[in-house]
């Protein structure tokens, strides 16, 4: 994996699969207007992200006062979550990983680099009840 970190985020709205850079982003354009962002790294977990973005989104949508993000950076050989991330309307960026690694601190810093909001920093087992929504 070898890109340059400020070549990443200067790149806007969706972009091609560069097998030499093996850099895609899918973001939403109202992303830098949100209140709250919440950051996913994932590498695999397929089950597991579907129920926490699922349950977020839910839980979002009970906020009316406050505008909530999702990006999805996923470090991994293959796309694996792009689609999911187009049915729940969040933002996806994947960096391409041969090796068996995972680097969660670039995955976060990268979806940094695309919010200008709070944070929020799930683990990925995290389920909200419906009817609790984002508390302040």
């Not at 709250?36 to 129920?51: D, M, S």
């Not at 976060?108 to 919010?115: P, V």
Request: net charge negative.
């Amino acid at each position: 994996m070898e890109f340059d970190l400020i070549d990443v985020t200067e790149k806007n709205g969706e972009s091609p699969i560069d097998p030499i850079d093996g850099i895609y982003l899918s973001l939403r354009s109202d992303i830098k207007s949100s209140d709250i962002t919440t950051i996913i790294p994932v590498k695999g977990r397929g089950l597991q992200l579907r129920k926490t973005v699922e349950s977020l989104v839910n839980s979002a949508k009970l906020v009316n006062d406050l505008k909530v993000a999702i990006i999805i950076v996923e470090i991994s050989v293959n796309m694996e979550h792009l689609q999911l991330c187009r049915e729940m309307e969040c933002s996806y960026v994947w960096i391409h990983e041969s090796t068996p690694r995972f680097n969660k601190c670039l995955a976060h810093n990268i979806g940094y680099c695309f919010s200008n909001s709070n944070l929020l920093f799930p683990f990925l087992y995290i389920l909200l009840r419906r009817e609790a929504p984002i508390d302040r």
